[in-house]
């Protein structure tokens, strides 16, 4: 099996990210942060809206880390995390940032580091969420 490098894959998940994002009327500016996430604003210009958007692409389902518990990294409003980015048909998760705090999503673990497991966000409800975008 081959072994992609996590440019490539942050590569084709702002692409698919942007997409997206233009499919439901929002423009985007995406900078890179780490190896293996982006920061992402969006907005509706013509509405005066903008939304922070905390994005991380894989090229499977693997757990979201966190670093500070306290912030959770980042001032972002949602968490969108799309998986199998490299294969024929990605899976995009969209959270709030208040689902992602609910009591029990999020697993200390290594140091004092926070995980958002597969299992905690490969749900419908979050699936394919964008018209969530809607109510921020």
């Not at 081959?2 to 998940?13: H, I, M, N």
């Not at 500070?68 to 995390?81: A, F, G």
């Not at 905690?120 to 018209?131: I, Q, S």
């Amino acid at each position: 099996m081959a072994r992609y490098v996590p440019k490539t894959v942050r590569e084709y998940g702002r692409i698919h990210l942007a997409d997206r994002l233009s499919e439901n009327g929002w423009d985007c500016f995406i900078a890179r942060r780490s190896p293996n996430e982006d920061e992402v604003i969006a907005g509706i210009p013509a509405d005066g809206r903008e939304v922070r958007i905390k994005f991380h692409s894989q090229e499977r389902t693997q757990a979201v880390r966190f670093y500070d518990p306290d912030t959770l990294d980042w001032d972002w409003q949602c968490l969108v995390i799309t998986t199998f980015v490299l294969g024929g048909a990605p899976a995009t998760y969209l959270l709030l940032r208040g689902e992602v705090q609910d009591a029990g999503r999020l697993e200390e673990e290594f140091e004092g580091a926070w995980w958002l497991q597969p299992e905690a966000f490969c749900v419908d409800g979050f699936r394919d969420a964008w018209h969530k975008l809607a109510a921020l």
